[in-house]
């Protein structure tokens, strides 16, 4: 058998080409000690702060502490497998999460698996968890309304996309509902939402997720659950990772997102777990000194992009839970100097059956105001509405000493209870902007002054059935152009006096 050397020698020369020396190269240390989420380790001296590590089993770790002869990284899952001894190697790269619409309508945990047994994140697209946030010149200011569907916010504290509007309150008050409640009145305006759960009960967040399923919500919804069960290093990071994901539809798409925080009193405590089991000095109520940077480095990525940029938007409605409605403690502080505005819940209200419980004279938007529809920040709607609700909780008090009132003001004080009434919601029932107007345009304006207390919900619903029955094209007319004009006030007068005297009368509106 004869060779022929120039085939082989062709063969040879194919096969140099097409080889390719790879040599992998990775640095590996060694855990010193484990436990309670912590591991120490040593031989890693090139690790940089915030740089993923990952240990021979497979678990993974983020670099927290730089320290002389060994680093302190905390293990972002299940650490009992740990052992003194296993090999850690650097991955060279820092945190990242899944991003995009693979994520969409899933429950996920701060890492991106899924917990709702719908298989695997088919997603591609990834990114970093810690992002620097856009400067001045990257943002414009807060001129768009994000609807909460809730009268009392909507009308005196209102939220703008891309505000910081925090919810404050003690346990049980019903912050978790407003936050609920504002994801489902987002349907059908393209806002995607993210709730990010910290530190809560799984029995809870399955409640919350029933609740987004069963009102259709869940079509555009994220839920990153990290559950009170689920170890500190997550909790801490999960807050991040929900920012993260709703970054992505801000910056790449254009879009319009919510994040809901609840709650970063819980990130705080998992925060201050790390660091102490970590040996970082401890301040004030035992917190280390850059919690504020916990909260602010996050909050602040909260936007409304500059029309360069895309003009998208992050709006944030972080939660905070107080104790024995403490608001001067050191975690809400913090986080009401960082936001633009708080929602203060009042547990003697909620026990009232005032719901939301929402504090008038706590509770401020810094800049929703700008972004609220000019019907509804019209002097005859919620133009004076705070104040006049502030003076009936001053007159309340005086009245309860027994003295006698004269006319105006028992008429201000039977006003005053009315517009109350007429500000309660129940849950799951957010209410389009315009039916907000029209109800509380009637309290303000002397139209409910002769309906009895108990009436006034079945005022409203009928109220409601009767507009949109009789007076369609002028409710549709409003939706467009949601502005209080001379015409639009006396049409809308003219409306209100046919129905509240039919009502008054005893006859039932025709929805037909």
């Known amino acids: 058998m004869r060779f022929n050397p120039e085939e082989i020698t062709s063969v040879i020369r194919k096969e140099l080409e097409e080889f390719e020396s790879k040599i992998d190269i990775a640095e590996v240390g060694t855990i010193l000690e484990v436990g309670d989420g912590i591991a120490r380790i ?18 993974r770790a983020q670099v927290f502490n730089l320290e002389e002869g060994s680093i302190g990284a905390v293990v972002l899952g299940d650490d009992k497998e740990l052992r003194e001894g296993m090999n850690v190697r650097r991955t060279g790269a820092l945190l990242e999460v899944p991003v995009g619409d693979a994520v969409i309508g899933r429950v996920v945990d701060p890492l991106g698996n899924p917990l709702d047994g719908k298989g695997p994140i088919q997603s591609s697209a990834t990114r970093a968890l810690e992002m620097i946030a856009p400067g001045i010149a990257g943002r414009q200011p807060v001129n768009e309304p994000l609807q909460t569907g809730i009268k009392a916010i909507d009308a005196m504290t209102p939220i703008g996309r891309g505000q910081r509007e925090l919810i404050i309150g003690d346990r049980k008050t019903g912050k978790t509902a407003i936050a609920v409640d ?3 009145n987002q349907k059908g305006t393209g806002v995607l939402c993210f709730y990010v759960a910290v530190g809560q009960k799984d029995s809870t ?7 987004l399923e069963r009102a259709g919500a869940m079509d555009y919804t994220t839920v990153i659950v990290a559950s009170a069960a689920d170890p500190a ?5 999960a807050p991040y990772s929900g920012c993260t994901m709703a970054e992505h539809f801000m910056y790449e798409d254009h879009k319009h997102t919510l994040v809901v925080y609840d709650d970063l009193s819980k990130q705080a405590a ?3 777990q790390l660091s102490l089991l970590l040996r970082r000095p401890p301040g004030r109520e035992a917190y280390p000194g850059d919690v504020f940077y916990l909260h602010s480095r996050l909050l602040e990525r909260a936007v409304k992009l500059s029309d360069e940029l895309g003009a998208g938007s992050l709006t944030a409605l972080p939660i905070i839970e107080t104790q024995e409605g403490e608001v001067s403690a050191y975690i809400p502080t913090n986080v009401i100097s960082i936001t633009d505005g708080q929602i203060y819940l009042q547990p003697d209200l909620f026990r009232a059956d005032v719901r939301p419980a929402v504090d008038v004279g706590i509770s401020v938007s810094r800049v929703g105001g700008a972004a609220q529809v000019k019907a509804m920040k019209h002097k005859t709607v919620a133009g004076g509405l705070r104040l006049n609700l502030a003076a009936y909780r001053e007159l309340e008090a005086f009245a309860q000493l027994g003295t006698d009132l004269d006319a105006a003001t028992q008429a201000q004080l039977d006003r005053g209870e009315r517009m109350v009434e007429i500000l309660k919601q129940p849950q799951f029932k957010p209410l389009h902007v315009v039916d907000q107007v029209l109800i509380i345009y009637a309290g303000a304006n002397g139209f409910l002054d ?4 108990a009436d006034v919900r079945r005022y409203e619903e009928e109220l409601f059935q009767y507009v949109n029955a009789n007076h369609a094209s002028f409710r549709d007319s409003m939706v467009e152009n949601p502005v209080m004009s001379d015409e639009v006030e006396a049409e809308l007068k003219r409306i209100l006096g046919e129905f509240s005297e039919a ?3 005893g006859k039932a509106a025709d929805p037909r």
């Open 503 to 505: 009502f008054i009368a």
């Open 233 to 237: 290093p997550l909790q801490y990071i």
């Open 182 to 184: 504002t994801i489902i």
């Open 270 to 272: 998992a925060y201050r």
């Open 42 to 59: 040593y031989g890693l001296e090139k690790a940089a702060a915030g740089e993923m590590l990952e240990f021979e089993n497979g678990v």
């Open 450 to 453: 002769k309906v009895a207390i």
């Open 205 to 211: 967040i399955a409640g919350v997720v029933a609740d």
